[in-house]
């Protein structure tokens, strides 16, 4: 089946450390984005990319970086200098219509927790 | 900045019941206005409104975009517990290639 695949679903680290969060699609869309999600706030867009080997920062990309080698992959690593950095990760694909993003398709999510 | 708000943050409502969500926007650029159900984990698309398309429905559910109000209402009518889910509105400004995201409004219909 085509979709979006994100793992690991749960992840707990500790103070200080480097994590990488993994998103896979076969839905052979041009564009991948990274969200993050918190009680009350909404979806923020951490990076967002719209062809490969190519990358741009969203509105809370501080403590995050991101890869984008293959059209399929789009990984994000929570470095530690993301200070707050327990929430809800959504990775997201679409077809990056021409002029606009259109809809967006959503992976399961990754739920990391800080200890 | 772009903004999106919605209102209210969180409804309760009996089974059968009608309800209406809202959602208001600031943006520079409006290209289209898109509502996403989310009910356990991954958001899942319900509509996509333009200005040639201000009005979608399915089912129980319909919405409709105000341009001139910069704003947009999503209605479910003779709800189910199954209508019970978070859900969001985003804006495409047709710039960078993203989408800005409300708040969101969570909806629990009990029986």
């Known amino acids: 089946d085509g979709g979006i695949t994100q793992s690991p679903k749960y992840l707990f680290r500790k103070e200080g450390q480097n994590v990488t969060l993994s998103c896979e699609q076969n839905?052979?869309?041009?564009?991948m984005y990274w969200y993050r999600q918190d009680p009350g706030q909404g979806l923020r867009l951490i990076y967002y990319?719209?062809?490969?080997?190519?990358?741009q920062k969203g509105d809370i990309a501080e403590g995050y970086s991101v890869s984008r080698e293959k059209k399929e992959s789009f990984p994000l690593t929570v470095t530690s200098a993301q200070k707050n950095p327990t929430a809800f990760y959504l990775c997201?694909?679409?077809?990056?219509?021409?002029?606009?993003?259109?809809?967006?398709?959503f992976g399961e999510g990754s739920r990391l927790t800080v200890l | 900045e772009d903004k999106v708000v919605q209102s209210p943050l969180s409804l309760v409502v009996h089974e059968g019941d009608t309800v209406t969500l809202n959602c208001s926007y600031e943006?520079?650029?409006?290209?289209?206005l898109l509502w996403y159900k989310q009910e356990k984990k991954a958001p899942t698309f319900l509509f996509m409104l333009?200005?040639?398309?201000i009005e979608k429905k399915s089912g129980r559910l319909s919405s409709i975009l105000d341009k001139k109000e910069l704003s947009s209402i999503l209605n479910i009518t003779a709800t189910q517990t199954g209508d019970s889910a978070i859900y969001l509105c985003?804006?495409?400004?047709?710039?960078?290639?993203?989408?800005?995201f409300g708040t969101g409004t969570r909806l629990q219909v009990t029986l």
């Open positions: 839905l052979n869309h041009d564009a």
């Open positions: 997201a694909s679409s077809p990056a219509h021409r002029g606009g993003t259109g809809e967006l398709f």
């Open positions: 985003a804006v495409d400004t047709g710039t960078a290639s993203k989408l800005t």
């Open positions: 333009t200005s040639s398309g």
């Open positions: 943006v520079t650029n409006f290209r289209s």
């Open positions: 990319s719209q062809i490969v080997n190519d990358f």
